[in-house]
C-alpha cells in the first residue's frame, strides 16, 4: 500500500491524482495504522507548520510518522510535510516541529516577493535515484513562505536559490523531501515521485 498522509491541511487530491497518473493506486489515509503499515509514505503538506502539527498530534500521526523514520519505511514529504521535519519554526512566532531532523524552519528574507510562488531551478547536490532522468537544474513549482534550514549539511540533496541559497530537496537514508511541490511541477515532478516509488519498491 502507498499512503499519503491526511492530517486536515494537505494538498491530496493533487498527489492522489498524480499517482494515478503513474498506474499506483494510493490510499488517502488519516490512520496511523495506515501510515505504519504502508510500503510508502506520501507526507503532502500546505498551510502553516503549527496548524500541521496541532493535527498531527491530534490524530497520532505525529509517532506513526516518528515510527516510519525509525523503521526505514520510505518517506516521501512535500513542502509543510517537509518543514515539519525539523526541530521548530520560526512561523506563528516559535513553534516545535516532530525533531527528526535537527534544524530551523525561517522565513524568507525581506525585501522578497512573499510567498516565493513559481518555476524555479533545483540544483542537485548529490548523487541519487530520486534524480534519474532529471537533468540538473530542472524547473519545479514553489509555494511557500518559510524554508527550511537542516543543521547538517550533508542531507542537503538539492538547493534553490531566492534570496537565499534555500534547501530544496532534503534526503536522508529513506527519507526523501522536497520544499517544492512534485505532483505541479508537470511531467519533471511526476518522474521524481515516479522514481522515489520505484526505489521503495512499491506495486502499482
Known amino acids: 500500500m502507498i499512503a499519503i498522509i491526511d492530517y486536515g491541511a494537505g494538498n491530496l487530491r493533487s498527489v492522489a491524482n498524480a499517482l494515478v497518473k503513474l498506474g499506483y493506486r494510493p490510499k488517502v489515509t488519516r490512520e496511523p495504522e495506515d501510515v505504519c503499515n504502508a510500503a510508502a509514505v506520501i507526507f503532502p503538506g500546505v498551510g502553516a507548520a503549527a496548524d500541521a502539527m496541532q493535527s498531527l498530534k491530534d490524530s497520532g500521526l505525529d509517532e506513526a510518522i516518528r515510527e516510519v523514520i525509525r523503521e526505514g519505511q520510505p518517506l516521501f514529504a512535500v513542502c509543510v510535510g517537509m518543514q515539519v521535519l525539523l526541530s521548530s519554526t520560526e512561523e506563528g512566532g516559535w513553534n516545535e516541529c516532530l525533531g527528526i531532523i535537527p534544524g530551523t524552519v525561517r522565513r524568507l528574507p ?68 522536497t520544499q517544492f511541490h512534485p505532483e505541479k511541477s508537470a511531467t519533471i515532478g511526476l518522474k521524481m515521485y515516479d522514481n522515489f516509488l520505484k526505489m521503495a519498491g512499491a506495486k502499482e
Open 110 to 177: 525581506a525585501g522578497l516577493k512573499v510567498p516565493h510562488i513559481g518555476w524555479n531551478q533545483v540544483k542537485q547536490l548529490v548523487r541519487h535515484p530520486i534524480f534519474d532522468d532529471i537533468p540538473d537544474e530542472s524547473n519545479f513549482y514553489f509555494v511557500h513562505s518559510y524554508y527550511a534550514e537542516p543543521e547538517d549539511s550533508t542531507v542537503v540533496a538539492g538547493t534553490t536559490e531566492y534570496g537565499v541559497t534555500l534547501c530544496s530537496v532534503l534526503i536522508k537514508d529513506n527519507l526523501v523531501a
